[in-house]
């Protein structure tokens, strides 16, 4: 938080140009058939090496408000929204439960962390196989009913920063 400067930055690229010709290659030409026919066709093209200067300019970031600040809270910024599958539904104990949890909305999906199942003495929890795609992380996570009692997979909470209302908010699914 407070008041930060960017830059400047600096991009080396390339400028690419059409030649330009003054002369068509004609049929009377001594070399038509030639490497001058070819050379202009395929070299049609020039390359100028080109670095791109930026200012800096001020930015004043403000800080997060630790007012309403939820526990679960991992630094997710944006607007989200969050939701939780799992498949099938009715198991025998010992049987694999395929938990999806999927977030999407706008925001920096690097910074969204969906808690997941911890492995206790009802469930057996794998690690989960985390997919990122444009304006979507999906969280695939195996669970085994250890026993007949279990009956239902906890409550899961996703806590970010909406950025637009300016407050957290908090989003439960389940159990």
Known sequence: AGDLQIGPASLKCNLIVQKQSN?????????????????????RYQTHPLTLNSRSFPVKVLALPEEGKPSGFTGALGEYSFDVKVSPSVVSAGDPVT???EVKGSGNLNTVVIPQIESTKDLKAYEPQIKQEQGQKTFEQVIIPLHEGVKEIPGMQFSFFNTTKGSYETI????
């Open 99 to 101: 938990l999806k949890a």
């Open 23 to 43: 002369r068509r290659p004609s049929i009377f030409d001594d070399d038509f058939l030639g490497s001058n026919v070819f050379d202009d066709f395929f070299n």
């Open 172 to 175: 439960t699914r389940g159990p």
